[in-house]
């Protein structure tokens, strides 16, 4: 079975240097911007972070954006977790005041400079974060299964839906 809409898979690279690959695809985009529904931006799930090391639950995925400018986005992946894996969705680095910045610091921004709503998982930060030993061995393999299937979920969902994505927000961090 094939999706309403097109799912495009979109590699880039360049984030470390300035967002590079997304931002030359929002210039020249293979699709019409107008015609992108929303971007999932899936950048490092694999790990646990600082937060979680010593919790007992680690089945967690952070969540940043997912509500910024569509009321709909957020609910539409809480939904796909409650009913296919139970994650917890944390949403600390979601603030706007957030320090790390983390909104700004990866590839779905140059998404939502351009009004498309944008959903962004994240494992958060550990002592290999864009080091050279952040190496295969080190990826939690079962925990990286659950956050993939909410994300394909989440997928499938948005991609089947009758209407898009509503754009009923505003993009109110528009700063890098």
């Known amino acids: 079975m094939k999706p309403r809409r097109s ?8 984030e470390e240097k300035g967002l590079l690959g997304s931002a030359h695809y929002g210039d020249n985009p293979v699709f019409p911007l107008a015609n992108t529904v929303n971007n999932i931006n899936i950048d490092m799930v694999g790990r646990i972070d600082y937060e979680y090391q010593k919790e ?5 995925i952070y969540v940043i954006g997912s509500e910024m400018l ?4 957020k609910k539409i992946n809480e939904y796909n977790n409650i009913t296919y894996t139970n994650l917890i969705l944390d949403y600390r680095y979601d603030a706007e005041d957030d320090p790390n910045r983390f909104y700004y610091r990866s590839d779905h921004y140059n998404f939502a400079k351009h009004n498309i709503p944008v959903i962004f998982f994240f494992n958060g930060v550990h002592d290999d974060y864009h080091q050279v030993t952040d190496t295969v061995d080190k990826i939690e393999f079962p925990l990286l299964t659950k956050r993939a299937q909410l994300i394909f979920h989440t997928a499938w969902d948005l991609a089947n839906r009758e209407q898009r994505t509503p754009v009923d927000g505003s993009n109110t961090r528009t700063e890098r």
Do not use: C, R
């Open 7 to 14: 799912i495009l898979f979109l590699n880039v690279t360049g």
């Open 56 to 60: 007992e639950n680690k089945d967690y």
């Open 70 to 73: 569509s009321s709909h986005l």
